[in-house]
């Protein structure tokens, strides 16, 4: 089996400027010691730090890719916004949509970043690779057709899916995002169609705030391909297995992919400074264990891992290597230092049957058991 790692230094230079979380630095916002915002190349740089350092990263087939095409990019977005993407970057930067900022070559940076996607689908499609991760920096998934927003200068995976529809080598693609972030970008690209199934799990009301509701489904020709599980602040371990395995994967047997690209964030991870959710590296691990199985049986195990949020410096190399060292079926493991105290910091019973309530209800109105 081959596992395919796609990375590239050069997305780690991404930079957005002197930020503190996600405000610029001004009037009463201190300048925080690190610097910048949350979407910091650290958390990723460290991830691959720690497969080279667990001996994790030679058994991957570690490679770059090379940057999105200008044709792969208009499949998703309009010329207007690439344009100005572009006069911006060369400019020394800038930001044209929501908490988006970005410094000199950040159009560069985001074309690789979305390579990075592109190729691991291809390559994954093509059978040259069983799955495969790419870790893409900046992330992809709240971007919309028309403007940055939320950290994602452009949406990697939907210009990945767009490239294998033209290439003719898939017509059926499932997308599941487990970042605790509403994935609204990519919902907004395929609210329409039929041909890509759209699931998102996280945190209701988090971010975006007025996006992510149970009850949008898809609209036209989309309607019921696009499946959104909002889950309450301190959702576990528990939780969030419990919602995979009644709402996601009988949504994802029903549409029978030819593929299934994953959103990839640790942000649901208990450290995380931008969520209230309680995951753990394990979690991390039996996601991909479960949808692992799931591909296996549907789509000849085609599987690829985009990744997105997760912003705890110590934390999120730990869920990382947990889900890549899953995705390669390999012994080769970092264990988690902390993963006794946060199993201990785990919903009591009265919340897990709380939760099970939220999810039974969500289960009966899409006729699921």
Same mark, same amino acid.
């Given at each position: 089996?081959?596992? $395919?790692?796609? /990375?590239?230094?050069?997305?780690?230079?991404?930079?957005?400027?002197?930020?503190?979380?996600?405000?610029?630095?001004?009037?009463?916002?201190?300048?925080?010691?690190?610097?910048?915002?949350?979407?910091?190349?650290?958390?990723?740089?460290?991830?691959?730090?720690? *497969?080279? =350092?667990?001996?994790?990263?030679?058994?991957? %087939?570690?490679?770059?890719?090379?940057?999105?095409?200008?044709?792969?990019?208009?499949?998703?977005?309009?010329?207007?916004?690439?344009?100005?993407?572009? +006069? *911006?970057?060369?400019?020394? $930067?800038?930001?044209?949509?929501?908490?988006?900022?970005?410094?000199?070559?950040?159009?560069?940076?985001?074309?690789?970043? %979305?390579?990075?996607?592109?190729?691991?689908?291809?390559?994954?499609?093509? $059978?040259?690779?069983?799955?495969?991760?790419?870790?893409?920096?900046?992330?992809?998934?709240?971007?919309?057709?028309?403007?940055?927003?939320?950290?994602?200068?452009?949406?990697?995976?939907?210009?990945?899916? @767009?490239?294998?529809? %033209?290439?003719?080598?898939?017509?059926?693609?499932? =997308?599941?995002? /487990?970042?605790?972030?509403?994935?609204?970008?990519?919902?907004?690209?395929?609210?329409?169609?039929?041909?890509?199934?759209?699931?998102?799990?996280?945190? !209701?009301?988090?971010?975006?705030?007025?996006?992510?509701?149970?009850?949008?489904?898809?609209?036209?020709?989309?309607?019921?391909?696009?499946?959104?599980?909002?889950?309450?602040?301190?959702? $576990?371990?528990?939780?969030?297995?419990?919602?995979?395995?009644?709402? =996601?994967? #009988?949504?994802?047997?029903?549409?029978?992919?030819?593929?299934?690209?994953?959103?990839?964030?640790?942000?649901?991870?208990?450290?995380? #400074?931008?969520? +209230?959710?309680?995951?753990?590296?394990?979690?991390?691990?039996?996601?991909?264990?479960?949808?692992?199985?799931?591909?296996?049986?549907?789509?000849?195990?085609? *599987? =690829?891992?985009?990744? !997105?949020?997760?912003?705890? @410096?110590?934390?999120?190399?730990?869920?990382?290597?947990?889900?890549?060292? &899953?995705?390669?079926?390999?012994?080769?493991?970092?264990?988690?230092?902390?993963? !006794?105290?946060?199993?201990?910091? &785990?919903?009591?019973? +009265?919340?897990?049957?709380?939760?099970?309530?939220?999810?039974?209800?969500?289960? !009966?109105?899409?006729?699921?058991?």
């Amino acid at each position: 089996m081959t596992t $395919g790692f796609f /990375w590239d230094e050069r997305c780690f230079w991404h930079g957005g400027g002197n930020y503190a979380q996600y405000l610029p630095v001004g009037g009463l916002v201190q300048p925080m010691a690190a610097g910048g915002l949350p979407e910091s190349p650290e958390t990723k740089r460290r991830l691959k730090n720690m *497969l080279d =350092v667990t001996g994790l990263l030679s058994e991957l %087939a570690a490679q770059s890719a090379p940057p999105a095409t200008m044709e792969d990019l208009r499949r998703v977005h309009p010329e207007a916004f690439l344009t100005e993407f572009k +006069r *911006l970057s060369d400019a020394g $930067g800038g930001e044209i949509g929501i908490r988006t900022p970005f410094g000199p070559g950040g159009f560069e940076m985001a074309t690789l970043s %979305a390579g990075l996607a592109c190729t691991a689908l291809d390559k994954v499609l093509a $059978g040259e690779l069983d799955n495969a991760y790419a870790l893409s920096r900046p992330p992809g998934h709240h971007c919309l057709p028309d403007k940055p927003n939320g950290f994602c200068l452009l949406a990697n995976i939907a210009i990945a899916v @767009e490239r294998a529809y %033209a290439a003719k080598t898939a017509s059926r693609i499932a =997308v599941l995002d /487990w970042d605790v972030h509403h994935g609204n970008g990519t919902e907004a690209i395929f609210y329409d169609r039929a041909d890509v199934l759209t699931i998102s799990m996280h945190q !209701e009301r988090n971010y975006p705030q007025d996006t992510g509701f149970f009850g949008d489904r898809g609209t036209g020709a989309g309607e019921g391909f696009n499946l959104n599980v909002p889950l309450p602040a301190g959702t $576990g371990h528990k939780g969030y297995l419990e919602a995979f395995d009644r709402l =996601v994967a #009988p949504a994802l047997t029903a549409f029978e992919p030819d593929a299934i690209v994953v959103a990839c964030g640790f942000d649901a991870g208990l450290m995380d #400074p931008l969520a +209230r959710m309680m995951a753990t590296a394990e979690t991390f691990r039996a996601l991909t264990e479960r949808t692992m199985a799931l591909a296996d049986n549907l789509c000849g195990g085609k *599987l =690829v891992l985009v990744h !997105e949020g997760g912003y705890s @410096e110590f934390y999120v190399p730990f869920c990382g290597h947990a889900t890549i060292q &899953q995705l390669a079926r390999s012994s080769t493991a970092a264990p988690d230092p902390v993963a !006794e105290n946060f199993m201990a910091r &785990q919903p009591d019973a +009265r919340f897990d049957a709380f939760l099970s309530g939220i999810i039974g209800e969500m289960a !009966e109105t899409l006729g699921y058991r």
